[in-house]
């Protein structure tokens, strides 16, 4: 497992490797909470959201909505309570670098927190995070209790009349729950579904309330940005995504681990194929789902001598998507089909039945994905599985129907052979490969 | 919504709509369909059925209709291919695992999921797959469930939590395998059944009619529910002489409570076609004797003369008639003009549980009606259980404050369930509803009467506030709690507070469908009340005429007076306490079988309709009562019509002047009668016996401080809702059955006792 930082220096990352490093007083020697304090005394909320803004920090939950936008969106003379949500459910399958960052730095996260709040108007913040890391909570809560009595998180903080509260919750595992609106209703103590968007939480979420959701990574990024400035950020990146970002690889590469890369890394085949070790076995790369599964899969002849740019218009250059960083590597012993109803099967699963498109059409997906696993393929079956895809895309209620569609209409599309030799039925299977 | 007018197009025409509208119905009103399941007016948007997708221009993907708000220059499509597939496709999820069992399904012919294939289903089936499955089962007695039916429109669970504040059920489960719930597996709720109605699928079915019938072999009649003075319109779907159900299907009826009906307005109908209904005229021949069967002709022969007897022996004043508060307008004016003009007697009442006359006397703003209710800004309740005694007002009340933000203010001596929706309860010692209209209505009274009350006079100046921080309509309900000097003093209080930007209403909460309509007749200021009568039957009174029976309150444990009476009539669905003592009893016809009107709490007259013959020789109370005047030798002149006698009624009832029954066709568009306001006289003689009552008020005894259960009034076998095998076991506490797969009737016996009491008793 390894953690490294690659074409740039370790930003969000530089202190995973110290020893004791969720200790407070470990990581305040390295500057932690000086940036907080910085903010708050030296800096006006409206600075810090203008420095976030330049800064071209986006969203890494997965949608890459820019961060600063979505601070400003939030009504200032609102009579209204505001807080800040910090998204830390990461149960999209293939990603997990915001774990590395609860369980290597948690003061970096909470740092951040303490900067969004004061720069968003919020006295309180919730970390929800998914029912599976209640272990890593501990160490959220310890670091916030330390934190607490060091005077970081509590009533007027710095000798100033801001004071910020932090809680730590948990989801019951569900993926749902990490949107953001179905995420504020679990936190409600509802059930898991999703929002009707507007209205967006910036202007009521949590309660009815003006509430700015953020994944775990984007915040930790804002101490950076406090420290160097938003234009040094926006430098380490592109012109519009700024900073480094977090790849969390896994699958068929000789090194999966968690890697910062800059935004705009050149290329995604140097990536795989050099700093990750290339594939191991002496086998050769077939696919990679570049972003957590809910995006489009590349075949490998897209990535091979493409220079595919790491960052979010260079992936949809490439025919994917950034997402959440979640990057999946194939070699070629995997058949995309059985990849393909994994996936499916998932997302069926995770559907959290409020829409028909999503909740009867994964249902059905995973039927015929059945079906045609156990030999009863029909040779019109990859035009209903895409039919079934096209009928539930951009009719959901929320993306998670997308997300469960656009796997199987990109792997149908780039993989037609490995799904061809499947809608055969079995009989005439054997007759072929009794030939 | 604003009243500010834009343009919209919709499949290249262009319409003037007002800003805010939602598309969806923007769309209907203009005859553009659009599909929905989960669409339902008044009620929290859901957006998740997918089916009403639309194409708006300058948006990336199709939108839900039934989400958005028109804005000026909007342009949408309703029809083109694109969308057509979408909503193939929406159909088609929805019918994958749908079981297609319609050939035993009780909404088959009247299910909209049927509607919607018929239009927008496929040829074949593409879903060559195993359908998931989960067993049909009850949640209540009143409430069958089979569970692939459903499609998860939730309007169910949203009416449920939106409507009756009770949220008993809630989807469980996720994704495809989601199902309808409740909490413990069975439904401890008010039992109201408006989960059946808004369903749009057989999922949820009444217990109480599952295969009994196919929708298209029912007659379909427009009434007026029996139960209470809400007055809700229903549709009584009767076949071969017996009425099957009670619904309210927005298919059938569109009246003032929507889709809303409480579970005797659904579930209590039975009674209609009940075994026990009385046959045929009965003579008691002699006193001690038995009710004997007679004909109409014997049995009006023999009233007639022995009431001529006791009227030529004691005098016109011996005799004393009763109307009902459960039978039409027609009925009670027919005995009203029996004890006006053929009897001569000022000696008529009616078997109301409290007398509402004090109030309609000084009566000084109009009655709210319950559209009136949902659009409140402030809502005062004094005393009454509305969510018990009144569920249509309770239903409105929540609504109000849900979706409408109104405030509540509750003033009772019990913490009764709706004040989970209230602002301000106020909550008073028991019995001092009367101090409270004092300190409102008096203000040098106001500190005296916090003692005895039992509050702080902090919570009292808040209530004031909230009443005077009023912009719009402050609506003033009141139960049966209050004295008639405090009917009174209420009256005064609009002349007090109303100002240029706040109106009042008034919204009494009397218990019967008729009781309205009975005090417009003035069957209520007789000179002798019906407890009067029964106090000095024997004494004075000697021959009573009586519709319907007496309550427990008019008897007051004197029911052994009946006795004493040289004549007592009754006409009756059943034998009762009261024909008991009855010489004669004719058989009535219940409200199924009659045409007439009744008056709700609104003042709204509404028309009941005759849905099936009467049963065996009954007849309608007020052919009774031509009948027997005809053989004293009068003849009323009603044509054997129903509406004859309303227009009589009209005629002389200055409230009902001008109405006709065709006026009353439509029950989507009821008419208020005119209730005089009266000016404003003076009341300091009831004031002074207002202030004298509650300074002999002791603030002693405890508060109350248990909510009482759901369903303590509903749930209470009556003379007509015990014929409802189930309403047996909710009295008996609803136990949970060991088994759900079958009915929960299993656990009574034929006369309705339980089976399993030990099971009940431990729950
Ligand atoms: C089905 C679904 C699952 C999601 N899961 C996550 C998640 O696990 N973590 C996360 O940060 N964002 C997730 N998101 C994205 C959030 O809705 C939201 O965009 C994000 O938390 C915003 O934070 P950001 O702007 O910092 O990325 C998910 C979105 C969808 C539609
Ligand atoms: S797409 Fe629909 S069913 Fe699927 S998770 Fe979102 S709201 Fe739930
Ligand atoms: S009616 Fe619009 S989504 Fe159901």
């Not at chain 1, 696919?287 to 220079?307: E, N, Q």
């Not at chain 1, 829409?355 to 040779?379: S, Y």
């Not at chain 1, 895409?386 to 469960?404: H, Q, R, T, V």
């Not at chain 2, 007020?622 to 053989?631: D, E, F, Q, S």
Request: aromatic share 8%.
């Amino acid at each position: 497992m390894r953690i490294e930082a690659i074409g740039c220096e370790p930003n969000l990352i530089k202190r995973f490797a110290l020893e004791n490093s969720t200790r407070l007083d470990v990581v305040r020697k390295h500057g932690a909470y000086d940036m907080a304090r910085k903010a708050v005394t030296t800096m006006s909320p409206a600075a810090v959201i203008d420095e976030v803004k330049k800064s071209a920090l986006r969203g890494r939950g997965g949608a890459g909505f820019p961060t600063g936008m979505k601070w400003g969106f939030v009504p200032k003379d609102s009579p209204k309570e505001k807080y800040l949500v910090i998204n830390g459910d990461e149960s999209e399958p293939g990603t997990f670098k915001d774990r590395y960052i609860y369980e290597r730095d948690p003061h970096l996260l909470l740092e951040g927190c303490l900067i969004s709040c004061y720069a968003i108007g919020a006295r309180t913040c919730y970390i929800y995070s998914r029912g599976e890391y209640k272990y890593l909570i501990d160490i959220l809560d310890r670091a916030i209790e330390e934190a607490r009595a060091a005077g970081f998180i509590g009533e007027k903080l710095f000798g100033t009349d801001f004071s910020c509260e932090m809680h730590t919750t948990t989801g019951a595992g569900a993926y749902i729950c990490g949107e953001e609106t179905a995420l504020l209703n679990s936190l409600e103590g509802l059930r898991g579904h999703p929002r009707m968007k507007p209205p967006f939480p910036a202007v009521s979420g949590l309660y009815g309330c003006p509430t700015v959701v953020n994944n775990v990574e984007t915040i930790a990024a804002v101490p950076w940005i406090i420290e160097h400035g938003g234009d040094a950020y926006r430098a380490l990146g592109t012109e519009k995504s700024g900073g480094t970002k977090m790849w969390s690889v896994s699958g068929h590469v000789k090194y999966p681990g968690v890697y910062e890369l800059p935004m705009g890394y050149d290329n995604l085949e140097k990536f795989i194929m050099e700093d990750c070790g290339g594939i191991p076995n002496g086998r050769k790369l077939k696919a990679v789902i570049p972003g957590g599964s809910s995006v489009y899969i590349m075949p490998a002849s897209d990535i091979i001598g493409k220079k595919v740019l790491m960052d979010y218009e260079g992936l949809v250059v490439a025919g994917s998507m950034v997402g959440s960083g979640g990057m999946i590597v194939m070699d070629d012993t995997v058949d995309i089909f059985e990849s393909t109803k994994n996936l499916t099967e998932f997302y069926k699963h995770e559907s959290c039945g409020w829409c028909t498109p999503c909740r009867e059409g994964t249902d059905w997906l995973v039927k015929v994905f059945k079906r045609i696993a156990n030999g009863d393929g029909r040779i019109e079956d990859a035009q209903l599985l895409l039919d079934i895809c096209d009928n539930i895309e951009g009719k959901s209620f929320c993306p998670l129907g997308d997300a469960a569609a656009w796997p199987i209409q990109s792997a149908i599309k780039k993989f037609p052979e490995d799904f061809k030799k499947h809608l055969v039925p079995m009989l005439q299977q054997d007759a072929i490969a009794a030939d | 919504m604003s009243t500010e007018l834009i343009k919209v197009t919709i499949n290249g025409n262009e319409y003037q709509t007002e800003k805010g509208a939602r598309l969806i119905d923007v769309c209907r009103e203009h005859d553009h369909n659009v599909p929905s399941f989960c669409y339902y007016s008044d009620l929290a948007l859901q957006a998740s059925c997918r089916t009403c997708l639309v194409r708006i221009e300058k948006m990336p993907k199709l939108q839900t209709s039934c989400t958005v708000t028109c804005t000026d220059g909007m342009i949408v499509t309703t029809e083109s291919d694109e969308i057509e597939k979408a909503r193939r496709g929406m159909v088609e999820f929805l019918l994958a695992n749908h079981p297609l069992d319609c050939p035993v399904c009780d909404r088959g012919g009247e299910c909209e999921l049927q509607e919607m294939v018929f239009d927008w289903g496929g040829l074949e089936e593409r879903f060559s797959e195993r359908k998931n499955y989960a067993p049909e089962k009850f949640l209540s007695p009143m409430i069958g469930n089979d569970p692939q039916r459903c499609i998860l429109c939730k309007r169910c669970t949203r009416v449920c939590d939106e409507w009756m504040g009770e949220d008993a059920i809630e989807a469980g489960g996720r994704g495809a395998h989601t199902v309808i719930g409740t909490y413990g597996g069975w439904l401890n709720c008010s039992q109201c059944g408006n989960c059946i109605e808004v369903c749009p699928t057989g999922t949820l079915l009444d217990a109480t009619y599952r295969h009994q019938a196919r929708p298209w072999e029912l007659e379909q009649t427009v009434s007026t529910c029996t139960f209470c003075s809400d007055g809700c319109q229903v549709s009584l779907g009767s076949r071969a002489g017996e009425v099957m159900r009670s619904v309210a299907r927005d298919r059938y009826v569109d009246g003032i409570n929507g889709e809303f009906l409480c579970i005797k307005g659904r579930f209590g109908h039975p009674f209609i076609n009940d075994e026990q209904r009385l046959r045929t005229p009965l003579i008691r021949y002699r006193k001690g004797g038995k009710l004997i069967p007679a004909t109409w002709d014997q049995a009006f022969e023999f009233a007639a003369n022995r009431l001529k007897e006791v009227a030529d022996k004691h005098g016109a004043e011996s005799v004393g008639i009763v109307g009902s508060p459960r039978i039409t307008n027609e009925a009670n004016y027919a005995l009203l003009k029996f004890a006006k003009e053929l009897v001569g007697t000022p000696n008529y009442g009616a078997t109301d549980a409290f007398s509402l006359v004090p109030f309609f006397e000084n009566l000084s703003a109009p009655l709210a009606t319950h559209k009136d209710i949902r659009r409140a800004q402030t809502i005062i309740l004094i005393g009454g259980e509305p969510e018990e005694l009144q569920p249509l007002t309770g239903k409105q009340i929540r609504q109000a404050v849900r979706n409408g933000g109104a405030k509540l203010i509750i003033v009772n001596s019990t913490p009764i369930r709706l004040n989970q929706a209230a602002s301000q309860f106020l909550h008073i010692n028991p019995n001092t509803e009367d101090a409270f209209v004092l300190a409102l209505t008096d203000e040098s009274q106001a500190a005296s009467s916090m003692k005895t009350l039992g509050i702080e006079a902090e919570q009292f100046d808040a209530v004031r506030k909230l009443i005077n921080d009023t912009e719009g309509t402050c609506i003033v309900m009141f139960g049966g709690e209050l004295s008639h000097a405090a009917q009174v003093a209420l009256t005064g209080l609009p002349a007090m507070m109303a100002g240029e930007s706040r109106k009042f209403l008034f919204h009494p909460l009397p218990i019967y469908n008729n009781s309205v309509g009975v005090h417009d007749l003035g069957l209520m200021s007789g000179e002798l009340s019906a407890r009067d009568m029964v106090a000095v039957a024997g004494e004075g009174l000697h021959a009573m005429y009586v519709a319907g029976s007496f309550l427990p309150e008019h008897l007051q444990g004197q029911e052994e007076r009946l006795a004493q009476l040289e004549l007592l009539i009754v006409q009756e669905l059943f034998e009762t306490e009261t024909t008991k003592y009855a010489d004669v009893v004719f058989p009535a016809a219940s409200f199924a079988e009659v045409d007439g009107t009744f008056t709700n709490n609104d003042g709204l007259v509404q028309r009941v309709r005759q849905s099936i013959a009467p049963v065996h020789q009954s007849r309608a109370d007020w052919m009774i009562t031509a009948g027997l005047a005809k053989t004293l030798g009068m003849d009323f002149d009603f044509q054997m019509s129903a509406s004859a006698v309303f227009r009589e009624l009209a005629e002389r009832i200055p409230a009902y002047n001008g109405l006709r029954y065709p006026q009353l066709k439509d029950e989507s568009k009821p008419v208020q009668v005119k209730h005089q306001i009266s000016e404003r006289r003076d009341t300091s003689n009831d004031m002074q016996t207002l202030r004298e009552r509650v300074s002999q008020m002791k603030p002693d005894g405890e508060k109350i401080m248990t909510t009482p259960n759901v369903g303590h009034e509903l749930f209470k076998p009556g003379t007509l809702t015990s014929k409802v095998p189930q309403i047996h076991l909710l009295a008996a506490g609803n136990p949970k059955p060991e088994t759900v797969l079958i009915s929960p009737l299993y656990q009574i016996t034929i006369d309705s006792s339980l089976r399993r009491d030990e099971a009940i008793a431990a729950d």
